[in-house]
T-cell receptor, first 113, second 113 residues
Framework: GAGVSQTPSNKVTEKGKYVELRCDPI?????LYWYRQSLGQGPEFLIY????????DSGLPNDRFFAVRPEGSVSTLKIQRTERGDSAVYLC???????????FGPGTRLLVL | GEDVEQSLFLSVREGDSSVINCTYT??????LYWYKQEPGAGLQLLTY?????DMKQDQRLTVLLNKKDKHLSLRIADTQTGDSAIYFC?????????????FGAGTRLAVHP
C-alpha cells in the first residue's frame, strides 16, 4: 500500500513569509509525528498527534510553529514569519497506534532565503 | 537526559562486514531502532530490537544490544555498494505513555571496491 506522503517535496521561501507543509499518513494510522532534520544532524522531534489532538508539542521550537490534524488523518505544519534558521528537511512519520513502529515520509526540504 | 551518540563516518571495502556503533542514555528505552537514509530520501526502517533482547538477526543484519552499557551495534555482513548511506540509531522514549524517537546524528557508511 501507499506509504507516508509529504508535499511539497521542496519549498523555497523568503524570510518573513508563511509556509504550510502537508503530510498524508499511511491509511489507518492513528498516530502522526513531525520531525525536523537540519543539515548533518539526525531528526529532532517536533510534535505528536494521536487522532486529532496534539498529545505532545514539546519539540516545537517557538510559537511561530503550529500544526493541525483536524480530521485525524492529514496533518499540516505551519510556520509563520519564517527565518533562515528554519531551513531544514521536515519529516513526517505515522504509526498504527501509540507505541507502534514509525514509518517516515520522504520529507519536505524547506529553504528560507 | 536523552542523548544518542554515533560515530560520524565508516569506510569499508565491498564484501567486508560493517559495524556501526551507538550509545544511548535513557535506561527506560523499550525499543531501539536502526534507520537508513539515502541521499535526498526519507528514513527507511531497517530493523529494531526490544530492550529485553541481546541480539536480533535479519538476513545480512545483526543487531547487538548491551543494556548494561547502553550500547547498540548494527553489523552488516557482505557489505555492498548499495549499502552506502547514512545510518541512524534511535531510541524510543515514552514520556507520559506516548512515544517519540530520539536520534543520533547518523553514521555515514562509504563502501569502496
Amino acid at each position: 500500500g501507499a506509504g507516508v506522503s509529504q508535499t511539497p517535496s521542496n519549498k523555497v521561501t523568503e524570510k518573513g513569509k508563511y509556509v504550510e507543509l502537508r503530510c498524508d499518513p499511511i491509511s489507518g494510522h492513528t498516530a502522526l509525528y513531525w520531525y525536523r532534520q537540519s543539515l548533518g544532524q539526525g531528526p529532532e522531534f517536533l510534535i505528536y498527534f494521536q487522532g486529532t489532538g496534539a498529545a505532545d508539542d514539546s519539540g516545537l521550537p517557538n510559537d511561530r510553529f503550529f500544526a493541525v490534524r483536524p480530521e485525524g488523518s492529514v496533518s499540516t505544519l505551519k510556520i509563520q514569519r519564517t527565518e533562515r534558521g528554519d531551513s531544514a528537511v521536515y519529516l513526517c512519520a505515522s504509526s498504527l497506534g501509540t507505541g507502534e513502529t514509525q514509518y517516515f515520509g520522504p520529507g519536505t526540504r524547506l529553504l528560507v532565503l | 537526559g536523552e542523548d544518542v551518540e554515533q560515530s560520524l563516518f565508516l569506510s569499508v571495502r565491498e564484501g567486508d562486514s560493517s559495524v556501526i556503533n551507538c550509545t544511548y542514555t535513557d535506561s527506560s528505552s523499550t525499543y531501539l531502532y536502526w534507520y537508513k537514509q539515502e541521499p535526498g530520501a526519507g528514513l527507511q526502517l531497517l530493523t529494531y530490537i526490544f530492550s529485553n533482547m541481546d541480539m536480533k538477526q535479519d538476513q545480512r543484519l545483526t543487531v547487538l544490544l548491551n543494556k548494561k552499557d547502553k550500547h547498540l551495534s548494527l553489523r552488516i555482513a557482505d557489505t555492498q555498494t548499495g549499502d552506502s548511506a547514512i545510518y541512524f540509531c534511535a531510541e524510543r522514549v515514552a514520556p507520559g505513555g506516548y512515544n517519540k524517537l530520539i536520534f543520533g546524528a547518523g553514521t555515514r557508511l562509504a563502501v569502496h571496491p
